[in-house]
């Protein structure tokens, strides 16, 4: 990372890319040459972005990774959002810094969450998705909770691996203290992806 990724990561007591690169022991891919070249990975919003936050994070990293923009059911609105959007490509970018990033971005509604999933899986070039939205299990319902099913299912059959975040609250995704968990991490056809903590790296 730069000198000012750096600065920044010191003083407000988080990791970059490269450290996270080494907690989850990337090491020895990178050593093999393996950053993602070849892959496509369609990342999945219901929130905007600019893309220059997502040059300036490249430029500072010194990465080239392409970064496509595929708009749905007329896109999730524009200028920078809550900055869920840009962390989740810059997370994914720093990572796999030579994989080929296309981003979906649909409205935050139950039509525009399958047209997102639809569009990624239906157009089958993206053989890893990943998205960091959901939303407690409950509250989705269950024919959001079954269309997605047939959705992630769809993925399965095509070869297209599926990650989600777990969901911001631990066990309790609702925000009560009743056990409840985030979809679509729950789902039967999606790796759940969170619940760690760490304290060091190593």
């Keep these: 990372p730069c000198a ?3 600065a920044a990561g010191a003083a407000k007591h ?10 989850y022991e990337f090491s020895g891919l990178y050593a093999a040459g393996d950053e993602g070249a070849g892959v496509t990975i369609g990342v999945f919003q219901l929130g905007p972005n600019l893309p220059g936050d997502i040059s300036k994070y490249q430029a500072c990293f010194g990465t080239s ?6 708009q749905v059911d ?6 920078a959002g809550d900055g869920e959007a840009a962390l989740d490509i810059e997370t994914a ?7 080929h990033f296309a981003v979906y971005q649909a409205p935050p509604t139950q ?8 569009a990624i899986i239906d157009g089958d070039t993206a053989k890893v998705i990943t998205s960091s939205w959901g939303a407690c299990e409950s509250t989705n319902g269950s024919s959001l909770i ?3 099913g047939a959705l ?9 691996s599926v990650l989600a975040a777990s969901g911001d609250y631990g066990a309790s995704d609702c925000q009560s203290k009743a056990l409840a968990v985030d979809d679509p991490a729950s789902q039967p056809y999606v790796t759940g992806v969170g619940g760690t903590t760490l304290t060091s790296i190593g």
Excluded at 14 to 23: E, G
């Design 4 to 6: 000012a990724a750096v």
């Design 14 to 23: 988080v990791y970059t890319a490269d450290q996270f690169a080494a907690a």
């Design 65 to 70: 990774a392409d970064v496509t923009y595929t």
């Design 74 to 79: 007329g896109g999730s609105g524009t200028g």
């Design 93 to 99: 970018l720093g990572l796999a810094p030579k994989a």
């Design 111 to 118: 039509t525009g969450i399958i047209d997102d999933f639809t």
């Design 146 to 148: 079954a269309a997605e």
């Design 152 to 160: 992630f299912e769809q993925a399965a059959t095509q070869g297209q």
